[in-house]
Structure formats: C-alpha cells, structure tokens
C-alpha cells in the first residue's frame, strides 16, 4: 500500500514538473517566430521527466504540455489552433511522448507480480 502511494507521488511530480516547464517555454517564447518548434523540442524534457519519474509521468506530461501549449503558446480558435504547422508539432509532442515515455522509462518494479 504504502508503495503504491509513493508511486502516485512520485508520477505526479513529474506530470507538474513537465507542466511547468511548458508554462515557463510559453512565458519565454510566446509571440516569437520559432515557437512552432517548442513542442518538439519540448520531447527532451518528456524523455527526461519519464525516465526519472516513471512512463506514466512522462505520457501525462506530455499530453498536459500539449494542452498547455495550445492554450497559451499559439493563438487557439475555440478548441482548436490556428497554424497548421502548430497543429501538427503538437501532435507530434503527443505521439513522441507517448512513444519515448514507453519505450525508454526503465520498468518499475511491480510488488504483486509473481516470479
């Protein structure tokens, strides 16, 4: 019990750490010519955060990075961003995330698995 809820500690701060990383990207680089690249960019501090804290943390990360960007990066249209290439980079963060998070996280240690 008592290690499953060090486990939920643990991915959340890596999920705020991603998050805030992506707020300070979007605070430094907002109204810039390069900021379509942020997202890409912004895949090392996935791959970082998820092998650190875990494969979860990491795909949580970069789904909120996404969402965050989109927001406060670009300039949305309701629900949705107005540069295709902006369209497009956030994806990419989304899919590569995933991806990276769940092939390069080390495997954690699963205490009801049975050897």
Known sequence: MKLRHNQHVITSLGVVIAAWSAALLCFVFRGRNSSAIIPLAFLLVVILVALRFGALAG?????????????????????????????????????????????LAPERPNSQRHQ
């Open 59 to 103: 795909m949580l990360g970069s789904a909120s990075a996404a969402v965050i960007f989109a927001f406060f990066l670009y300039r949305p249209i309701g629900f949705r961003v107005e540069d295709p290439a902006a369209k497009m980079n956030l994806a990419w963060l989304v899919v590569g995330g995933l991806a990276c998070s769940y092939l």
